[in-house]
C-alpha cells in the first residue's frame, strides 16, 4: 500500500442526519453536558505533507472548519449525495475565492446531484459573480485515482438501496454510512491501520449498521484500531459505550485528532 508518511485526521462532526442534541427531541443524550455527546453532521479533514481534503461537506461545514482553524481545502470528496454529506458545499465561496477552483471529486450519480442543488455553482452561463467555482472529478467503481500525489481507492458500499463510496487512503479507511460490504470490497479493506466506520445506534436499522454489526465488521476487517462515527443519540452517551467497546475501538467525538 502507498506511503503517506503520517496522516492526521481531524473529527468535524460525528453525529447522524440531525445531529445531536436533535431540534425539538427531548433525549438524555440530548441534554448531557459532556462535550462529547454534542455532535455535529459527519464529516472528516485528512492532511498529508502540505495536503489537506475534506470527506463530504455537509450543513456544520462552515462551524466546524471555522472550530478547526482550516482555511484551505487541496479537494473535497463525497460518499453520497444526502443532505448531511452534501449541504454545505455553498459556503466554500471564502476558499474559493482565496485559492480558485475546487477539486470536487464523487461519482456520476452524485456529482448530477450536486449540479442540480447547486445549479448556479456549476453553469457556465450567466453565472453570479459570488458563485464559487469548482473543477469536477468523476470517481469510478473499482478504479483508484489520485489527489495531487497519492493514491485513492473508492470502496463500493450499500447504504441501504444506494450505492455510496468509502475511501481508503494508505493505511487508513474511511466509510459512513454502510449497511451492507461485500466480501470483494472487504478485500480491499485488509491490511489496514485504522478503520473509520459508522455505528448508528444499539437498535437494528435499514440502512445503517447498529453496534453490533459495525463491532462485527470491525472484526472481520481486524485494523489495528477502528473508531466509531454517524452516530445518533440512541446509541447511548459516549461514557458509557465507549466502557463497553473492545480495547481496539473508539467512539470517536467532534474535534478529535488522531495521527496514523
Not at 445549479?119 to 472529478?137: C, D, K, L, M
Request: proline fraction near 5%; aromatic fraction near 10%; charged fraction near 25%.
Amino acid at each position: 500500500m502507498e506511503n503517506y508518511s503520517v496522516l492526521e485526521v481531524y473529527f468535524l462532526g460525528t453525529g447522524t442526519s440531525q445531529g445531536i442534541p436533535i431540534l425539538g427531541i427531548d433525549h438524555p443524550v440530548g441534554k448531557s453536558e459532556d462535550q462529547k455527546d454534542k455532535r455535529l453532521r459527519t464529516s472528516v479533514l485528512i492532511k498529508w505533507d502540505d495536503t489537506t481534503i475534506l470527506v463530504d461537506c455537509g450543513p456544520d461545514f462552515r462551524q466546524q472548519m471555522l472550530t478547526a482553524e482550516c482555511s484551505y481545502l487541496d479537494a473535497i470528496l463525497f460518499t453520497h449525495e444526502h443532505a448531511d454529506h452534501i449541504a454545505g458545499l455553498d459556503e466554500i465561496r471564502p476558499l474559493c475565492y482565496l485559492q480558485g477552483s475546487m477539486p470536487l471529486y464523487a461519482s456520476e450519480r452524485v456529482m448530477t446531484a450536486l449540479e442540480k442543488r447547486y445549479e448556479y455553482i456549476f453553469t457556465q452561463e450567466n453565472r453570479y459573480p459570488g458563485a464559487p467555482s469548482v473543477i469536477e472529478h468523476i470517481v469510478n467503481s473499482g478504479e483508484a485515482f489520485q489527489v495531487k500525489d497519492k493514491t485513492v481507492i473508492p470502496i463500493d458500499i450499500m447504504h441501504g438501496p444506494l450505492p455510496i463510496y468509502g475511501y481508503r487512503f494508505g493505511d487508513l479507511v474511511y466509510i459512513t454510512d454502510a449497511k451492507y460490504i461485500s466480501e470483494e470490497e472487504i478485500e480491499k479493506l485488509k491490511g489496514c491501520k485504522v478503520l473509520i466506520v459508522n455505528a448508528l445506534r444499539i437498535k437494528e436499522h435499514p440502512t445503517h449498521f447498529n453496534l453490533t454489526e459495525s463491532l462485527a465488521f470491525i472484526e472481520q476487517v481486524k485494523p489495528e484500531r477502528a473508531y466509531l462515527t454517524h452516530i445518533a443519540q440512541d446509541l447511548g452517551f459516549h461514557k458509557e459505550v465507549s466502557a463497553i467497546l473492545p480495547n481496539n475501538v473508539y467512539l470517536a467525538y467532534d474535534n478529535l485528532r488522531i495521527n496514523i
